[in-house]
């Protein structure tokens, strides 16, 4: 932990690092708040989430689409940094592709609000979708790519289009709640797996 100096002042780097960590956990929180209730979730929720005031959330966002698009920014970071990671501690490629899966559709029903939150603002949805795809197939191709290599899984599934299927089957969950994406998520990828010989 940092020393204050003479003054009681504490250096600016850390302060800097505190905020950061502050505004992660606070990213952190809405995203699992858009997950459970929506984009359109209460900002005292929110914040009650994160354990923060409102007036904390209003200062870093001050509006709605300023949180979204933060959250959607946080979100495709951790799924990018999630790959790598999850390859080295899961029992096999094949486990680390489906706890990123589960990262992923996470990920997909905070999305699936984004272009209402950004309303007319198509030239900044469309440069966050450049963004999440760029940031987001390698990581996904990677971890197919260790589990063809293992055996686990058939080759010739491109990363895209196994992003595009799930994202396709996440979509109903916006208008019916008894929907649940995951089981069909699951089925999706059992049908990848190659079949086990006698």
């Known amino acids: 932990m940092p020393t204050a100096s003479p003054s009681g002042e504490v250096p600016a780097r850390s302060k800097r690092a505190d905020a950061l960590r502050n505004q992660q956990t606070l990213l952190a929180a809405a995203a699992a708040v858009f997950v459970t209730s929506g984009v359109d979730a209460p900002i005292r929720e929110i914040a009650a989430r994160a354990g923060v005031g409102m007036g904390t959330i209003y200062r870093h966002f001050p509006t709605r689409a300023d ?3 933060a959250v959607y920014r946080h979100q495709v970071e951790a799924c990018a940094e999630a790959g790598p990671s999850l390859l080295v501690s899961a029992d096999s490629p094949l486990a680390a592709l489906g706890q990123w899966v589960d990262l992923f559709v996470d990920f997909l ?30 990581v996904c191709a990677q971890l197919l790519d260790a589990a063809v290599d293992t055996g686990e899984i058939r080759p010739g599934t491109h990363a895209y289009e196994l992003m595009r299927g799930i994202g396709n089957l996440c979509i109903g969950r916006d208008s019916d709640p008894r929907y649940d994406p995951r089981r069909l998520v699951e089925l999706l990828l059992q049908g990848l797996q190659r079949p086990q010989s006698p």
């Not at 699936?112 to 795809?133: E, I, K, P, R, V």
């Open 109 to 138: 029903v905070t999305k699936h609000g984004l272009a209402n939150a950004l309303q007319s603002d198509s030239s900044g949805f469309d440069a966050l979708h450049t963004y999440f795809l760029d940031r987001l197939v390698p």
């Open 67 to 69: 949180l979204v698009v």
